[in-house]
């Protein structure tokens, strides 16, 4: 139990694109969904938490206009990155969690977006 | 600096040895998780402590936390091939709330 799908797997695209990321929960509803970055060896680095019918909550530094995040359903979320630019090529990964105490989040495969 | 730090970075080890990995954090937590991550992949969960826990066994895998020295330590007890792969602690500091991640312990398992 506890899947999440993240499509697609691998972008590449020219700069100038707009690229959206589908994170779904497959088996368990999640009232709150999370998107990471990470550049290669290093860690997770969270750039927003994404709750199902509310605006996003976007980290410091992480910009909102840049990086649009929908959470349309319990099962849903995207991230869509706008007019992206080579500087915007990463492993993104999203992460959904249930609504109980104390469980752990369950990620997707990520994905790796390159952008030339 | 990180909430949570990792050491070492790096670990090679031989086939059937055991491997160990420390976690330290600097505020109080809900609970302390532990992730492994294979190269290009997402995370998978591994254990999940509470913080009213000391210690807890999955298989090959025990985790231990120690809340007045902020600390945890994951052992992979003997280990194989299939265990190379990037660990990563994370703290939640409240229930729902954000994970915060330590830098991750690359591990090399050689057969």
């Known amino acids: 139990g506890a899947v999440v799908s993240q499509h697609p797997s691998r972008v590449i695209c020219k700069s100038g694109t707009s690229v959206k990321i589908e994170c779904r929960s497959l088996?368990?509803?999640?009232?709150?969904m999370f998107w990471y970055r990470q550049f290669p060896k290093q860690s997770l680095m969270l750039m927003a938490t994404?709750?199902?019918?509310?605006?996003?909550?976007?980290e410091q530094g992480v910009e909102k206009d840049k990086f649009l995040i929908n959470h349309a359903s319990l099962t849903l979320s995207t991230l869509t990155v706008t007019s992206a630019h080579p500087e915007d090529s990463s492993f993104y990964i999203c992460?959904?969690?249930?609504?109980?105490?104390?469980?752990?989040?369950?990620f997707g495969d990520g994905t790796r977006l390159s952008i030339l | 600096s990180q909430q949570g730090e990792e050491d070492p970075q790096a670990l090679s080890i031989q086939e059937g040895e055991n491997a160990t990995m420390n976690c330290s954090y600097k505020?109080?937590?809900?609970?302390l998780q532990w992730y492994r991550q294979n190269s290009g992949r997402g995370l998978v969960h591994l254990i999940l402590?509470?913080?009213?826990?000391r210690e807890k066994h999955s298989g090959r895998l025990r985790v231990t936390l120690d809340t007045s020295k902020k600390s945890s330590s994951l052992l992979i007890t003997a280990s194989r091939a299939a265990d190379t792969a990037s660990y990563f602690c994370?703290?939640?500091?409240?229930?729902?709330?954000?994970?915060?991640f330590g830098g991750g312990t690359r591990v090399l398992v050689k057969p």
């Open positions: 994404s709750n199902e019918g509310s605006k996003a909550t976007y």
């Open positions: 088996d368990f509803q999640a009232t709150t």
């Open positions: 505020t109080s937590i809900n609970n």
């Open positions: 402590i509470r913080s009213n826990e």
């Open positions: 992460s959904a969690l249930a609504d109980r105490e104390n469980q752990p989040q369950h």
């Open positions: 994370a703290t939640e500091k409240a229930a729902g709330n954000k994970l915060t």
